[in-house]
């Protein structure tokens, strides 16, 4: 096949891991002998591609650059709408493709779609996260509030909405992400949820051992914004140090996002007197030297998370993992069996699950042995691809 990826980012560009997963995708269907061509925005156009086998065309505009909160403008809208429509049009004339592969459309606009549906292609779907969402904005009710966004999108422009888009190939990565597009619209049938997976070859079991006392060293990987719950895991460890002031712990944080949010945890783990890093963002393939540096993954979101390949990497290094489970991750996760579970903002909810991993023995193991297991039995990237590969292909033979 030959194939067409439209993705707002794509590596080394990326805010998270649903990028860095897009590469990955890509390049596998590349070496089963597919020809791929991915288009995708010009954020950041001006620092040099890596080498690739495949082309990536950087020639899209975004509405606002991701590094501005998004505010909307509607005649700017339409303005790129058009502008990304006619980019992709250009690009579907000279590549060809047989279908097109919708990752990411936020703040691309649906142009590059309507190209697509304007040559007569079919578009196949990976739902991500819920930002499809934006495109289908629901009557405002009384207070009137957005009356005119769904004024547009409904009657005066409904090409920037999803007006006559066919979501038939589609595949959507938990049943919670599932539930909550059709909670709000868009409805997709069960079979349509497609788990992801990671690339067992980046990550090995670094850790066999976890009987010695010594500094204990926990990991926070993921966007630093307040709905991410990092001030919960900073909260918790204050009160583990207060109450076993003689025991080290150490903290690494590794992500970017809110600026005030990064400086308000700063401020914390310094009010906790908590040995804190904060690196920023790491390059995705030092994360495996990051997880054998350290002994549990903490993740302590607050909203409820599309999926977790957070987690699965970190399971996949031998890592036991501390997490909550109000989203897609609960669809692997098993409090007690492979994690240990707390709850949204509760912080001694978490400051008891570091002690249980700590104190009873042989939990640490078992829960790594059994995280491990999980990985390796179901949530590869093989898989996932394969999944994914049956999509295209049938939405090229249902077009013929």
Not at 189 to 196: I, K, M
Not at 336 to 342: I, K, M, P, S, T
Request: contains cysteine; charged residues 25%; aromatic residues 8%.
């Amino acid at each position: 096949m030959r194939v067409l990826i439209l993705s707002n980012l794509y590596p080394p560009h990326v805010l998270g891991g649903y990028e860095i997963l897009c590469e990955q995708v890509v390049r596998r269907l590349v070496d089963r002998g597919h020809e791929v061509e991915v288009l995708t925005s010009q954020h950041q156009s001006t620092i040099a591609d890596p080498a690739v086998f495949y082309r990536v065309r950087r020639e899209l505009n975004l509405v606002v650059p991701f590094e501005r909160a998004y505010t909307e403008d509607r005649a700017h809208l339409r303005s790129v709408h058009g502008k990304n429509q006619a980019v992709a049009a250009e690009v579907l004339r000279s590549f060809g493709p047989d279908v097109v592969f919708a990752w990411s459309q936020l703040r691309i606009t649906m142009g590059p779609v309507r190209a697509a549906l304007a040559a007569g292609l079919p578009v196949a779907w990976a739902f991500n996260d819920a930002n499809i969402l934006s495109y289908l904005p629901r009557f405002p009710g009384i207070a009137l509030r957005g009356a005119g966004r769904w004024l547009s999108f409904r009657f005066l422009h409904p090409e920037l909405g999803l007006r006559g888009i066919s979501f038939r190939h589609a595949r959507v990565i938990s049943e919670k992400l599932r539930i909550e597009l059709a909670d709000r619209g868009l409805t997709l049938p069960r079979e349509a949820v497609l788990h992801q997976g990671i690339d067992l070859g980046q990550f090995s079991r670094s850790r066999t051992d976890f009987s010695v006392e010594k500094q204990r060293r926990f990991l926070y990987i993921g966007q630093l914004h307040h709905y991410k719950g990092v001030h919960t895991l900073l909260d918790a460890i204050g009160k583990l140090k207060r109450r076993q002031p003689t025991k080290p712990i150490r903290l690494t944080v590794v992500g970017d996002g809110d600026a005030d949010y990064r400086q308000q945890l700063e401020q914390r783990a310094h009010s906790h007197e908590i040995d804190a890093q904060f690196l920023g963002r790491v390059p995705h393939h030092q994360i495996p030297l990051l997880h054998r540096d350290h002994d549990a993954l903490v993740f302590p979101s607050i909203w409820n998370e599309p999926f977790g390949l957070t987690h699965l990497e970190a399971m996949a290094s031998g890592l036991p993992v501390i997490s909550t489970l109000n989203g897609g991750q609960s669809e692997f996760l098993r409090d007690g069996v492979n994690c240990l579970a707390f709850a949204p903002e509760d912080s001694d909810g978490l400051a008891a699950s570091i002690e249980r991993l700590f104190s009873e023995p042989g939990l640490a193991q078992r829960l790594a042995d059994e995280g491990y297991q999980t990985v390796v039995n179901g949530y590869s990237i093989e898989g996932y691809v394969d999944g994914l590969e049956g999509m295209l292909r049938d939405a090229v033979g249902a077009h013929r």
